[in-house]
């Protein structure tokens, strides 16, 4: 289950978690390693359960123009501010399911 601006989604499975790392990590001339990261942020990506068409404009009205709203990721108790995008909608019957790409602000 995922919170995204105060409404609950169900998840087909837990988030996967992966890093962006602004900077730059490089071998010098002796061969060690040298790194200039100046800031590290979490991403998530993960496919939502069955919403309906009411769930599936709610999501994409909390999430336009790349707002940045308050994301709660149950599994893991982690709260962050983030930007999330959606990705195209799969539609079965009357369901609806999207793949998620939340960034970490």
Known sequence: MITIAAVAYPMQEPLEEDFERAGDAFRTYNNSLATQVRSEKRRWTG???FLTVAELATLRTNTA???IVSVV???RSIT???MV???PALKVL???TVSLDIREV
């Open 47 to 49: 496919t939502t359960s």
């Open 65 to 67: 123009a790349d707002a």
């Open 73 to 75: 990721d149950t599994v």
């Open 80 to 82: 962050i501010s983030a």
């Open 85 to 87: 995008r959606i990705r």
């Open 94 to 96: 009357s369901l609806y």
